[in-house]
């Protein structure tokens, strides 16, 4: 069991950057695959950013080059670095954490967030 708490959103205008924290706690002895999704109300949540158990990471096409998924184990956080912000980007962003590297890749995470909104003007 692990809880997870998000935090760094915000308002900005469009071309800025946030970084997005995820802090970890609970059982954090093992190994979890973890991964950032957003979701805009009334749509479907689209997974943006995942850092596979054998430390892969994967980006959706249309955050590549502009999202950063990175994590500071001794610190039990994940980040996203989020830079060249669009209003597209506008979302509520949660993270996501597993021990199955297969729910991972599935997007059937086990343990979520309660996100945090990122707002983005033109």
């Known amino acids: 069991q692990v809880d997870l708490v998000e935090s760094g959103g915000g308002s900005v205008e469009a071309g800025g950057s946030l970084r997005l924290s995820c802090v970890v706690s609970?059982?954090?002895?093992?190994?979890?695959?973890m991964g950032w999704y957003r979701q805009v109300s009334g749509q479907e949540r689209e997974r943006v950013a995942q850092i596979d158990l054998d430390g892969k990471i994967t980006y959706a096409d249309s955050v590549k080059g502009r999202f950063t998924i990175s994590q500071d184990n001794a610190k039990s956080t994940l980040y996203l670095q989020i830079n060249l912000l669009e209003p597209e980007d506008t979302a509520t962003y949660y993270c996501?954490?597993?021990?199955?590297?297969?729910?991972?890749?599935?997007?059937?995470?086990?343990?979520w967030g309660q996100g945090t909104q990122v707002s983005v003007s033109s």
């Open positions: 609970g059982d954090t002895d093992n190994n979890y695959c």
């Open positions: 996501a954490a597993d021990i199955s590297q297969y729910r991972c890749r599935v997007g059937a995470y086990t343990y």
